[in-house]
């Protein structure tokens, strides 16, 4: 057994894959590359009519899909323990990481991430937390380099929907955990603190209750980091 919020925090990290939804610069260079926007969202407790909730809403339905991640790190966990979540989602690399001006949120656990998927990109902001040379221009030379290998993979079951400018997903893991998420992206920094507020108005007008002041409860983990 294990800690549900422990489950989340470890594992659900999990925004749109669509182009849409992608977070990228297209850099050529070999300087750090900077975010053009970045993607603000919160974790829910779903109640149990939430999709008759999302249809009162006027919410539209987007996709249901499947998203197989597999992540990355070094032994000693560098790249999470300083924030940094590289995975392949579906085969493509991805990374996400602090924004340079992200918000502190002291009573409701947010996250405010910068998604990069380019791995040229990928590739310079992983080696400045590794310490290790950024001249490599795709992912797998970085692996091999730095030593990090895969610790988890985790298997989602995926329903999406959208409304105004947001999009609220409904995510099932392969052992049975449930959980939503609404979210948005901002191009301008300053403006996370504004798209928090209207994610919080969202959720109370659904019902979603924030997932980290939601009851504990516990949930039945796969015997292995791998979930199959």
């Known amino acids: 057994m294990a800690d549900l919020r422990a489950a989340v925090e470890f594992c659900m990290e999990q925004p749109d894959e669509e182009a849409k939804d992608e977070v990228s610069t297209s850099t050529?260079?070999?300087e750090v590359a900077k975010p053009d926007v970045v993607e603000v969202e919160r974790k829910f407790?779903?109640?149990d009519d939430f999709e008759q909730k999302l249809s009162d809403i006027g919410a539209s339905f987007?996709?249901?899909?499947?998203?197989?991640?597999m992540y990355y790190d070094t032994d000693d966990y560098r790249l999470?323990?300083?924030d940094h979540w590289l995975r392949q989602r579906n085969g493509t690399w991805e990374l996400k990481c602090p924004p340079s001006l992200r918000k502190s949120d002291s009573q409701n656990m947010s996250c405010q991430y910068a998604e990069y998927t380019k791995e040229i990109?990928?590739?310079q902001m992983c080696a400045a937390v590794l310490d290790v040379d950024g001249?490599?221009?795709?992912v797998d030379s970085l692996i091999t380099h730095s030593n990090c290998h895969k610790f988890a993979t985790l298997v989602t079951h995926r329903k999406s929907y959208a409304v105004d400018n947001f999009t609220i997903d409904l995510d099932v893991t392969d052992f049975g955990f449930q959980v939503g998420e609404i979210e948005t992206l901002v191009v301008d920094q300053s403006r996370i603190a504004d798209a928090l507020t209207k994610i919080d108005k969202l959720a109370e007008k659904l019902g979603f209750r924030d997932l980290w002041t939601a009851p504990v409860l516990d949930v039945s983990l796969p015997s292995t980091t791998e979930a199959t």
Do not use: N, Y
Request: aromatic share 0%; no cysteine; net charge neutral.
């Open 135 to 138: 001249r490599d221009i795709i």
């Open 28 to 30: 050529q260079t070999t």
């Open 45 to 47: 407790v779903l109640p």
């Open 80 to 82: 999470t323990l300083s």
């Open 62 to 69: 987007l996709q249901k899909k499947t998203l197989t991640d």
């Open 121 to 123: 990109d990928i590739v």
